[in-house]
């Protein structure tokens, strides 16, 4: 069974631009959560879909913004990029409920300059 | 608010054991921990939740006090493949919405 993909995997954006991440979960996975991770603040969740929906969202601007797709798939999006938005960006699936075993993608390493 | 590990890091050597703790000042109604080596995305290893049993596989195992808002992870008989940094997560339940502590990093040498 392949595991969680995220695409890119590597970004060098500059201040003011805005960047779309790709994640791809387990094949029959419905639930995908993201995740910030710096040395500042550590591993923050950002928001988790189930099924299309927003089901959950943690504390970050407007600025950081999700979808995801009838075949689970989703998309982060962060706009009007901002230095301190330099981080790994994980996404991670699960069969259902996000409290359950979650499986982690790669992540995607994002510089903002 | 974020919940609190400690210690901050250990070392050890092969064979010896380990407790991590991750404590919160909310009540709390479940409890994830997860393993990242360097390098790579974080693993999970367990979820506990609020009046469920202690778990483990091998020899990892981890409990949940209600109580005091704790909760302990238990390696026992460490492995070089062991290393790497050790995170809770905590939930204070009604949605998903974790809070992460600051890591414990882990070594363990021949």
């Known amino acids: 069974k392949a595991g969680v993909t995220q695409t890119p995997r590597y970004l060098i954006k500059t201040r003011g631009q805005q960047v779309t991440l790709s994640c791809s979960p387990i094949s029959g996975h419905r639930s995908v959560s993201w995740y910030q991770q710096t040395p500042g603040q550590g591993l923050q969740f950002l928001f988790e879909?189930?099924?299309?929906?927003?089901?959950n969202k943690g504390n970050f601007p407007g600025r950081f913004s999700g979808r995801q797709f009838s075949n689970s798939r989703s998309e982060m999006n962060v706009s009007t990029l901002e230095l301190g938005d330099s981080a790994l960006y994980l996404c991670?699936?699960?069969?259902?409920?996000?409290?359950?075993?979650?499986?982690f993608g790669p992540g995607t390493r994002l510089t903002v300059l | 608010q974020q919940p609190v590990q400690s210690p901050q890091a250990v070392i050890l050597r092969e064979g010896e054991d380990a407790v991590i703790n991750c404590s919160s000042s909310?009540?709390?109604?479940?409890v994830h921990w997860y393993r990242q080596k360097h390098g790579e995305a974080p693993v999970f290893l367990m979820i506990?939740?609020?009046?469920?049993e202690q778990k483990g596989h091998e020899k990892i195992s981890a409990s949940f006090n209600e109580k005091k808002q704790q909760s302990s992870l238990y390696l026992t008989a460490s492995q070089l493949s062991y290393s790497g940094t050790y995170f809770c997560g905590t939930e204070k339940g009604g949605s998903y919405i974790p809070t992460f502590g600051r890591g414990t990093s882990l070594i363990v040498h021949p």
């Open positions: 909310k009540a709390l109604y479940s």
């Open positions: 506990l939740l609020k009046g469920g």
């Open positions: 991670a699936s699960s069969l259902g409920q996000g409290d359950g075993e979650q499986f």
């Open positions: 879909y189930f099924s299309e929906t927003q089901r």
